[in-house]
C-alpha cells in the first residue's frame, strides 16, 4: 500500500475487514486443530476457538454498525459456551472412565 | 507524553510502596501473631525486628533455587511469576485518594504544569469487573504450580485451590453486585465518591450503613469469601502444612517460594483495599470535617511520638535510648505533615484509606492467629450450601429495595 | 352469597387431608377430619335450608365457565331446589352417621385413612352430583360416585373376590354410562344446552321421538347406577366393600342416583309416556324378581342387598307410574330404614366376629339388645307396618300404581308380603333361637350403635314428619289421596301376613324351611342361584366378548395389520440405512472434514448466487 | 496508536491459536487458549464492548478454561499417543481448511471495503448500562431461556459425572 493509505490508516484505525480477517484466521485454525488434533480435549478447545472467533466477528459487527445487539450474541455465546463446557467435560469425564482413552479415533463406538 | 511521565512516576512510587509494604506485611503479621500468642515475635534483627523483612528478602534471594527432577520446567517456572503477575495487575487500578495538583514549576523561560493527577494508576470504569477477572485468573498460578510440581500433595493442593476459588468466586461476585446496585457505577472511584455525605449530619453514607438496605451481610459474605480467595486460614487448605506439607508449593525454593508469599499478601492488600473502596466509602472520613476529623491523624501520630519518646526516656531494654526517640521525632514529623494546611486535602483521604485497609489486614492476621482450619468437604459445603443461598438472598433483596425506593 | 360451593368442598378438603397426609396423621385426627368435615357440610346444608326456605326459593350460581366452544357452553353451576334439598339432607344427614359408625366398625381395619379418604371424595361426588345445575356436571358427580364405589368395593384388595366385584361394579356401570353419555349427546344436539332450567322449559315443544329416546337412553343410565334389570348384577357382589360402605353408597345414597335423575328430568320423562311405561315396568320386574331371591340367601349382607334391588325397583315404579314424589318420598324413607338395616348388620356381623352367614347366628337378642331393637323398627318399617316410615312412602306408590294399571298394584303388594317375609326371616335367623356360631358375640361400642339409635328414630318417624309429597307439591302434581281402605287394608295385610309367615316358619316350626326347599327342588335351587343370571351373562356376553376380541383384534387386527405395518417400516428403513452406513465411518474427524467441505460447498454455492465471483 | 495495539494483540492472538494446535500437551494448549482469549478481550475493549471484554475474561478464561484445566489435571492426560485412522482427514483436511480461509476472507474483504474503520472510542455502546439496557428490555427472553439451559447444562453434568454409586 502507498503511504497514503498508512497514514489514513494511523489516521482513521484499523479497518474492519481486518478484524473479519483475524476472526477468520483464529477459526481455520480452530477448524485445524479439529481435524489434526487427536486428543478429545484439544478438540474440544480447538471448538471453543472457534467460538471465539465467531464471536470476535460478532464484535466487530456491531461497532461497524454502530448496534449493542452484536455484543449481546457474544454474550449468549459465551453463556451456550459455557453450558456446553460443563456438559461435554462431563462427557468427556464419563468416556475416560468407561474406555480409559481420550484419542477420539478410539471413539467410534457409533460405527457398530 | 506528560501523561507518559507522570504515569511512570506514579508507578514507580507505588511500586515501591506497595513492595515494601508486601514485606513489611510480613513483619506486622509474625509480630501481632506473637503478641496474640503472648510471644516476643522477631525482636533481634534491628530494632523490634523491624529489619527482619530486608534480612528474609535476603535470604530468599541468596538462597539456591532447587529445580526438582521430573518437572514441566516451563510451567514449573512461568507458575509463581503468573500468581506475582496477576496480583499486581490487579493494584493498578486501585484508586487511593482524590486528586492531586503540582503547581506550575518555572524553569527559565518554560514553565511545566501544573498537572493535576489522580491518585491512581488507571481510572478503568469497569474497574470492579476488572478485579474480578484479575482474581478468576489467580486461579492459574496456584493450580499450575501444583500440577507442574510433579508431586501428588502439590498436585491435591492444587485442585483444591482451584475448587475452592471456583467456588468462592459466585457469593465474592454477588457480593460485590449488591452495593454496585446503589452504586450505579462499576468504576471503583465512582462508587467510592457514590458512598461520600453523611445522613443526619454525622452517620457516613458508607455502603454499610446507606439505605434503602445497609449491606453489612454483603460485606460480611464478601470477607468470608476473600478469606478464601485469598487461601487464609481458616481456609489455607491448598497448604494445609499437616495434611499436604504445605500443599502446591511443596516444592518451591527461594525467589520461586517468595514469589507465591508476595502474591498471597498482594492478593490480602488487593481485597482489603477492594472492600474498603466498596463497602467502607473508600478515603471518606468517618465523621465530618466540621466536627474535626481532620485533626484525628496528626493527634494520633502526635501521641504515638509522645509515647515514643516517653518510653526513650526511660527505656526497658537499652537499645530503646537510643531507638525510639527516633521514632517519635519520625512521628512528629508525620504528625507535623498531617496538620500543614496545604498537604492537609491530599493526605487525610490517603491517611482514611490506609486506616481502613490497614484495619482489614489487621481482621486477617487477627483471624489466622486465632481460627482453626475448616474440613475440605466443609470448606464446599459452606461455600455451596450457605454462603451462596444467603449472598444470592442478599442481592435480591437489596434488588427489590433499590428498585422500590428509586 | 349462600356459598354452595362450601357443601361439597368441606368433603374435599377431608378427601386431600386424608388422602394426602393420613399416612402419617394418628386415626383420632383422621376421624376427625373426617367426620367433622360431613357434619360441618350437613350444617351448612341445614344453614342453606334455612336461608333458601328449604329449596322453596331456588338458588343458583355460577361459578365459571368450565367448557366453551361456540355458543354452547357449560359452567359449573350449583342449583337447590327443594328436590336438591331433600337430596342434600339425606345425603350429608346419612353421610354424618354413617362416617361415625365407620369410626367404630373400621377401628382395626388396615388402611384406616385411605377408607376415609375415599368416603369424604364419594361425599364430594355425591353432593356435586346433587347440586348440579346441568346434566355434564351431575355426570362427573355420576362418574365420580361409580370411582368411589369401585374403589371402596375393593378396598379389601387383596382378597381376589373384592377386586373381581369392584371390577364387575366398574363394568356393568360403563353400560349404563354409555347409555347416559348417549343421552347427553342427544340432549346437546337437540337442546343446544346442557342447563336444566332452559332443557325442561323447551322439553314440552320436542317432538315425542327424540324425547323418548332420550328418556330411555337416560333410563339405561338410571338402570346401570340403581341396579334394574337388566344391570342389576354388580349390586349384591357390591356387598364385599365394608359395610358401612354397603350402607352409604349400596344402600342409602349412590345407588339412588338413578331414581334422583329420572325424578330431575321429569319434564322430559312425562312428554315420553313409552319411556315411563319402561321404567315402571322395569321398575316393578326387578322389584318382584329380587326379592324373590332375597328369600332363600343366607348371607346376611346380601338379603339386603337383593332387598335393596327390590326397593330400588318401587322406587322405579313410582316414578314409571308418574308418582315422582312418592319416588323420592320412598327413597328417602328407603335410605333411612335400609342404612339401619346394613349398619344393623354390619353389627351383628361386628358382634359374630366377621361371620356373614345367618345359619351360624341366632340368639343375638341377649348380647346385642340395642342392635336387635334398631333392627326391629327397620324391619318393621321396610315391611310397611303403620305407622312407620317404609307404610307411608310404599303406600303412596302402591296407591299410584293401582290408579295407573290395577295389575301392577296387586304384584306389587304381593312383592311387599315377600320382602316383609325375608326381612324378617332374616331378622328371627339372626336374633331369635340360640347362638349357633363361634366366640362370644357382643353388643357394639357406642359410636356404633348411637347412629343406629338415630336411625332408628328416623325410620319410625320419618315417614310421617318429612311428608314428601307435600314438600315437593309446588314440583310434580299432588296425587290426590282417594280414601281407597282395600288399598291400605292389602298393603297392611301383606306386610303383616309375611311376618307371620317367617315367625312359623323360622321360630315356631325351624325345620319347615328345608321340607320346603327340598318340595320345590328345582324351583328353589333356580332362585337360590340367583336365577343363574351371572352365568347367563357370562355365557351370553363375556365370553363372546373376551374370545372375539382375542382372535379377531388381538391376533388379527395387532398382531396381523398393525405390527406388520411397523414391522415393514422397520425392515425397510434397516436396508436403507444398510446402504447409509457405509459413509458412516464412526471416525469423528472424517466427520468434520465432512463438515468443513460442506461449509466449503455452501460458502461457495452463496457467493455464485450473489454474484460474487 | 489503536493500529499498534490491535496489530500487536492480534498477532499474540494467531501465535497463541497456533500454539494451541501445535502443542503437544493438553496443557500447554489451554494455557495457549487463555492468551488467545486474552488477547481478544483487549480487541474487545478496542471495539468499545468493554463489558464483554471483562465477560470474556471472566467466564472464558476465568471459568471454562479453569474448568478445562482443572479435568486435565484430573485426568492426568498426557501427550497424546499419534494413532489416527481418518485418512480423508489426513488427505483432504489441509486443502478444505485453506478452502474456507480463503472463502472467508474474500467475504470479509468484499462484503466490507476499506469504509468501515474501527477507531477506539467512537462507539461507546458497551458500557454495562447500555448491555444491561439492551438485555433486560429487548433480549429478555433469549436471556431468560439461557438461564434455563444453564440450569440443564448444570443437572446434565452432575448427572454424567457423579460416580455409580454400587
Redesign the interface.
Known amino acids: 500500500m502507498e503511504p497514503s493509505d498508512a497514514l489514513k ?2 489516521q ?11 476472526s ?16 478429545i ?6 471448538i ?2 472457534m467460538l ?1 472467533a465467531v ?2 466477528s460478532f ?2 459487527f ?3 454498525h ?4 452484536g ?2 450474541f ?3 455465546v ?10 461435554g ?6 468416556v ?1 472412565r468407561n474406555r480409559s482413552t ?11 | 507524553m506528560e501523561f507518559l511521565v507522570i504515569t511512570a512516576v506514579k508507578l514507580a512510587l507505588i511500586l515501591f510502596v506497595f513492595m515494601t509494604t508486601l514485606a513489611y506485611l510480613q513483619w506486622v503479621e509474625r509480630k501481632v501473631i506473637a503478641h496474640v500468642q503472648v510471644r516476643m515475635g522477631p525482636s533481634r534483627v534491628g530494632p523490634h525486628g523491624l529489619l527482619q523483612p530486608l534480612a528474609d528478602v535476603i535470604k530468599l534471594i541468596t538462597k539456591e533455587g532447587v529445580l526438582p527432577p521430573h518437572v514441566n520446567k516451563f510451567f514449573y517456572l512461568a507458575a509463581p511469576f503468573f500468581a506475582v503477575f496477576m496480583a499486581l495487575i490487579a493494584i493498578s487500578i486501585i484508586p487511593f485518594g482524590t486528586s492531586v495538583t503540582i503547581p506550575a514549576i518555572h524553569i527559565g523561560s518554560s514553565t511545566y504544569g501544573p498537572y493535576t493527577t489522580m491518585m491512581e494508576l488507571a481510572n478503568v470504569n469497569v474497574g470492579i469487573l476488572l478485579i474480578l477477572a484479575v482474581s478468576s485468573m489467580g486461579v492459574y498460578g496456584i493450580a499450575l504450580a501444583g500440577w507442574a510440581s510433579n508431586n501428588k500433595y502439590s498436585l491435591i493442593g492444587g485442585l483444591r485451590s482451584s475448587a475452592q476459588m471456583i467456588s468462592y468466586e459466585l457469593p465474592l461476585s454477588l457480593a460485590i453486585a449488591a452495593p454496585l446496585l446503589g452504586a450505579g457505577t462499576l468504576s471503583l472511584r465512582g462508587i467510592a465518591d457514590t458512598q461520600a455525605g453523611y445522613m443526619l449530619g454525622f452517620i457516613p453514607r458508607w455502603a454499610i450503613f446507606q439505605l434503602p438496605f445497609p449491606q453489612i451481610f454483603s460485606f460480611i459474605i464478601f470477607m468470608i469469601a476473600a478469606f478464601a480467595e485469598t487461601n487464609r486460614i481458616p481456609f489455607d487448605l491448598p497448604e494445609a502444612e499437616n495434611e499436604l506439607v504445605a500443599g502446591f508449593h511443596v516444592e518451591y525454593s527461594s525467589m520461586t517460594f517468595a514469589a507465591f508469599f508476595m502474591a498471597e499478601y498482594a492478593n490480602m492488600v488487593t481485597v482489603c483495599s477492594v472492600a474498603t473502596l466498596l463497602f467502607l466509602g473508600g478515603w471518606q472520613p468517618l465523621w465530618p470535617e466540621a466536627y474535626g476529623s481532620d485533626f484525628i491523624a496528626p493527634l494520633i501520630f502526635f501521641i504515638s511520638g509522645a509515647i515514643c519518646i516517653y518510653h526513650g526516656l526511660n527505656p526497658a531494654r537499652p537499645f530503646d535510648r537510643i531507638t525510639l526517640p527516633v521514632f517519635g521525632v519520625i512521628f512528629f514529623g508525620l504528625a507535623g505533615l498531617m496538620a500543614f494546611p496545604p498537604t492537609v486535602p491530599i493526605l487525610m483521604p490517603i491517611f482514611w484509606f490506609l486506616a481502613k485497609v490497614g484495619f482489614l489486614l489487621f481482621v486477617f492476621i487477627w483471624i489466622r492467629a486465632t481460627l482453626p482450619r475448616f474440613r475440605y468437604d466443609q470448606l464446599m459445603g459452606f461455600a455451596w450450601k450457605f454462603l451462596f443461598p444467603v449472598a444470592l438472598a442478599n442481592l435480591l433483596i437489596t434488588g427489590f429495595l433499590v428498585a422500590l425506593f428509586e | 352469597m349462600y356459598k354452595l360451593w362450601l357443601i361439597p368442598a368441606l368433603p374435599f378438603i377431608g378427601f386431600l387431608i386424608n388422602g394426602i397426609f393420613g399416612r402419617r396423621l394418628s386415626k383420632t385426627v383422621i376421624n376427625a377430619v373426617a367426620v367433622l368435615s360431613v357434619v360441618l357440610s350437613f350444617l351448612w346444608v341445614v344453614k342453606t335450608g334455612f336461608a333458601s326456605d328449604w329449596g322453596a326459593k331456588e338458588l343458583h350460581s355460577h361459578y365459571f365457565t368450565w367448557i366453551q366452544s361456540g355458543n354452547f357452553r357449560v359452567g359449573w353451576n350449583y342449583s337447590v331446589d327443594k328436590l336438591t334439598m331433600i337430596m342434600l339432607m339425606i345425603v350429608t344427614g346419612i353421610g354424618s352417621l354413617i362416617h361415625i359408625y365407620s369410626t367404630g366398625y373400621m377401628a382395626h381395619e388396615e388402611g384406616y385413612y385411605r377408607f376415609f379418604a375415599y368416603l369424604n371424595l364419594f361425599m364430594f361426588f355425591m353432593l356435586t352430583l346433587v347440586l348440579a345445575g346441568n346434566y355434564l356436571l351431575l355426570f362427573v358427580g355420576w362418574e365420580g360416585v361409580g370411582l368411589c364405589s369401585y374403589l371402596l368395593i375393593g378396598f379389601y384388595f387383596v382378597k381376589k373376590s373384592a377386586t373381581n366385584a369392584g371390577n364387575k361394579a366398574f363394568i356393568v356401570n360403563r353400560i349404563g354410562d354409555f347409555g347416559f353419555s348417549l343421552a347427553i349427546f342427544l340432549i346437546v344436539v337437540n337442546f343446544g344446552t346442557l342447563e336444566f332450567r332452559p332443557v325442561f322449559a323447551a322439553a314440552p315443544g320436542k317432538p315425542v321421538e327424540t324425547l323418548t329416546a332420550i328418556a330411555l337412553l337416560l333410563l339405561v343410565g338410571a338402570a346401570g347406577k340403581s341396579a334394574q334389570i337388566p344391570l342389576y348384577v354388580w349390586l349384591p357382589d357390591a356387598m364385599e366393600g365394608p359395610t358401612p360402605v354397603s350402607a352409604l353408597i349400596h344402600a342409602a345414597t349412590m345407588v339412588t342416583a338413578g331414581v334422583y335423575m329420572c325424578t330431575r328430568s321429569a319434564a322430559i320423562f312425562t312428554h315420553a309416556p313409552i319411556a315411563m311405561e319402561t321404567v315402571a315396568l322395569i321398575g316393578l320386574a326387578t322389584a318382584v324378581f329380587a326379592a324373590t331371591i332375597g328369600i332363600t340367601q343366607y348371607d346376611i349382607k346380601k338379603v339386603f342387598a337383593y332387598s335393596t334391588v327390590s326397593q330400588l325397583g318401587y322406587m322405579f315404579l313410582g316414578v314409571g307410574v308418574g308418582a315422582f314424589s312418592a319416588g323420592i318420598w320412598h327413597l328417602m324413607t328407603h335410605a333411612f330404614f335400609k342404612a339401619l338395616l346394613f349398619l344393623g348388620a354390619g353389627s351383628v356381623i361386628h358382634a359374630c366376629h366377621g361371620e356373614q352367614d345367618m345359619r351360624h347366628m341366632g340368639g343375638l337378642r341377649k348380647y346385642a339388645p340395642i342392635t336387635m331393637w334398631t333392627l326391629l323398627c327397620a324391619s318393621l318399617a321396610i315391611s310397611g307396618v303403620p305407622p312407620l316410615a317404609g307404610f307411608w312412602s310404599k303406600d303412596a306408590i302402591l296407591v299410584a300404581t293401582y290408579q295407573h294399571a290395577p295389575w301392577m298394584f296387586w304384584v306389587g303388594a304381593a312383592t311387599a308380603g315377600i320382602t316383609a317375609f325375608y326381612v324378617f326371616r332374616a331378622f328371627f335367623m339372626t336374633f331369635l333361637g340360640e347362638y349357633k356360631g363361634h366366640g362370644h358375640p357382643h353388643e357394639s361400642p357406642a359410636s356404633m350403635w348411637a347412629p343406629l339409635v338415630a336411625l332408628a328414630a328416623l325410620s319410625i318417624g320419618g315417614g310421617y314428619f318429612f311428608n314428601v309429597p307435600k314438600i315437593l307439591s309446588g314440583m310434580f302434581p299432588l296425587a290426590e289421596e282417594p280414601d281407597n281402605p282395600m288399598l291400605l287394608a292389602v298393603s297392611i295385610g301383606v306386610g303383616v301376613l309375611g311376618i307371620a309367615i317367617a315367625y312359623y316358619m323360622y321360630v315356631v316350626n325351624t325345620e319347615l324351611p328345608a321340607r320346603v326347599a327340598s318340595a320345590f327342588g328345582s324351583l328353589y335351587t333356580l332362585v337360590y342361584n340367583k336365577y343363574f343370571v351371572d352365568e347367563v351373562y357370562d355365557a351370553a356376553i363375556v365370553h363372546p366378548i373376551v374370545e372375539g376380541s382375542t382372535t379377531v383384534l388381538w391376533h388379527g387386527v395387532d398382531q396381523g395389520v398393525i405390527d406388520g405395518i411397523v414391522n415393514g417400516v422397520g425392515y425397510q428403513s434397516r436396508g436403507i440405512g444398510g446402504i447409509l452406513r457405509l459413509v458412516q465411518s464412526g471416525n469423528i474427524r472424517s466427520y468434520a472434514t465432512w463438515v468443513v467441505l460442506g461449509s466449503v460447498a455452501l460458502l461457495l454455492v452463496l457467493g455464485i448466487a450473489k454474484g460474487a465471483f | 496508536m489503536d493500529l499498534f495495539a490491535f496489530l500487536l494483540f492480534a498477532f499474540i492472538a494467531v501465535i497463541c491459536a497456533v500454539n494451541v494446535v501445535l502443542q503437544r500437551h493438553p496443557i500447554a494448549s489451554a494455557l495457549s487458549l487463555v492468551g488467545v482469549m486474552g488477547s481478544l478481550a483487549v480487541l474487545y475493549l478496542l471495539l468499545g464492548a468493554e463489558f464483554i471484554a471483562m465477560a470474556q475474561i471472566i467466564v472464558y478464561a476465568g471459568a471454562i478454561m479453569v474448568l478445562f484445566v482443572f479435568v486435565i489435571m484430573l485426568l492426568n492426560a498426557g501427550t497424546e499417543e499419534r494413532r489416527g485412522r481418518s485418512w480423508l482427514a489426513q488427505i483432504l483436511g489441509l486443502p478444505a481448511m485453506l478452502a474456507l480461509l480463503g472463502l472467508l476472507c474474500f467475504f470479509a474483504y468484499r462484503s466490507f471495503p476499506d469504509a468501515g474503520f474501527a477507531k477506539f472510542g467512537d462507539f461507546r455502546g458497551g458500557t454495562a448500562a447500555e448491555v444491561g439496557m439492551a438485555l433486560f428490555t429487548d433480549y429478555l427472553l433469549p436471556f431468560e431461556v439461557t438461564s434455563i439451559l444453564i440450569l440443564i447444562a448444570i443437572v446434565g453434568a452432575i448427572v454424567l459425572a457423579r460416580k455409580e454409586l454400587e
Open positions: 490508516l494511523l482513521n484505525g484499523v479497518p474492519i475487514s481486518w478484524y473479519l480477517t483475524l477468520a484466521v483464529l477459526f481455520a485454525t480452530g477448524v485445524a486443530g479439529f481435524l489434526f488434533r487427536r486428543n480435549i484439544t478438540v474440544f478447545m480447538c471453543e476457538l471465539n464471536n470476535l464484535i466487530a456491531a461497532h461497524q454502530r448496534q449493542v445487539s455484543q449481546l457474544t454474550f449468549f459465551m453463556v451456550v459456551a459455557a453450558a456446553e463446557a460443563a456438559v467435560l462431563a462427557i468427556i469425564l464419563t475416560f481420550l484419542n477420539i479415533d478410539e471413539i467410534n463406538t457409533l460405527r457398530n
